[in-house]
């Protein structure tokens, strides 16, 4: 049995539909950072990173999406949510989510968590991120809507973890005041997964 801690509005939400994809078994433990349980002693002696997703295994504790991403497509290869027997296109989705992970992750969280970048007190420069993250963010999907995404899945017509990742990165777009419209490929591709009944379980599980 896995555990796997997220928390609600975070890109742990794609590991969690991967593991309800994979049909892993699997326990949910949510996370409130309103309250820093991700700060808490018994959390961070999991995950000293003291942030989500973390998979606690047999083995032990995995962080980070594209390794957790990866670990369930080739532990439940089934599923069929990696293309194993492909080495090229193996990589072409550990590409695109590290994309994800890398670039358009940290997009993001110019807007709320500039502290990371610079001193809490520069209120300037923490402004400035925020300001500087919904052009960012709008042109990190102009690539993913005219170079990535091939459609109707990222890799054609082979489904993969990097759908999920991108459908998770791409309810983000709302928070910056982009309309999801004016890519799409990418609005199309979201409507077509809240459609399956997957996504729909694990997104009622991560409501505020």
């Excluded at 054609?156 to 709302?174: H, K, M, V």
Aim: net charge positive.
């Amino acid at each position: 049995m896995l555990t796997f801690y997220y928390a609600p509005g975070t890109c742990a939400l794609a590991t969690h539909l991967a593991l309800e994809y994979a049909g892993a078994p699997y326990e949910a433990k949510r996370l409130d950072f309103k309250t820093n349980d991700q700060r808490s002693p018994e959390y961070l002696k999991l995950n000293p990173k003291g942030r989500v997703p973390a998979l606690v295994t047999d083995r032990g504790v995995l962080t980070e999406t594209p390794a957790l991403l990866q670990y369930v497509a080739q532990s439940f290869p089934q599923a069929k949510l990696a293309p194993l027997d492909d080495v090229f296109l193996l990589a072409k989705v550990n590409e695109f989510n590290s994309y994800l992970c890398s670039t358009v992750h940290v997009y993001h969280a110019h807007k709320g968590r500039g502290y990371r970048w610079v001193d809490a007190s520069d209120e300037a420069a923490i402004e400035a991120m925020k300001k500087k993250a919904p052009q960012n963010m709008a042109d990190s999907f102009t690539m993913i809507e005219e170079q990535m995404l091939k459609g109707p899945w990222v890799l054609g017509e082979r489904f993969s973890t990097a759908d999920l990742y991108l459908y998770t990165l791409t309810r983000w777009l709302e928070g910056h005041a982009i309309d999801v419209k004016r890519f799409p490929k990418v609005a199309d591709h979201k409507q077509r997964l809240e459609a399956q009944p997957q996504v729909q379980k694990v997104v009622a599980l991560h409501k505020p």
